[in-house]
């Protein structure tokens, strides 16, 4: 099971991506086990060495009773600090920013594709669908053939 982010790749460049692991509580688990997530409108921030994902949110679990968790509380991911010093200064430079692009289940653990991005204008965004639209076209033409 994945959890795409579809709008990266419209709104930004991603540079590098990451394979990270993140701190989670059991019912959180089980409720993305159950599809009841989303990284819409999540990013990574860096405080005291450490990296944070905001924004993420991940629904009640409907069998959790008084050990429910917080829906969208700030969740630290793990990488090693030779990681986390790169990343520093990729965000140290202006414009980047961590981004996660899908959340995925490796040998039964939850892991976070985290993209360094960087923005795009808007006539960037245009481009992007322009060149997507030749190429779905010259797919179907050489279908045809």
Do not use: W
Not at 20 to 39: A, P, Q
Not at 53 to 61: C, H, K, V
Not at 74 to 99: M, S
């Amino acid at each position: 099971m994945e959890i795409l982010n579809r709008k990266v790749k419209h709104d930004y460049f991603i540079d590098e991506i990451y394979e990270t692991g993140i701190v989670l509580t059991g019912t959180e688990i089980k409720s993305i086990r159950n599809g009841d997530c989303n990284i819409k409108d999540c990013y990574g921030i860096i405080k005291n060495h450490e990296v944070y994902l905001l924004n993420m949110f991940i629904g009640y679990y409907k069998e959790g009773n008084i050990f429910n968790h917080q829906e969208s509380r700030d969740r630290k991911l793990l990488l090693h600090k030779k990681e986390i010093k790169k990343l520093e200064q990729y965000i140290e430079r202006k414009g980047f920013t961590l981004i996660p692009v899908k959340l995925y289940f490796k040998n039964n653990k939850l892991k976070v594709a985290l993209g360094v991005c960087r923005g795009k204008k808007e006539y960037d965004k245009r481009e992007s669908i322009k060149e997507r639209d030749i190429k779905r076209e010259t797919q179907k033409n050489l279908k045809r053939y």
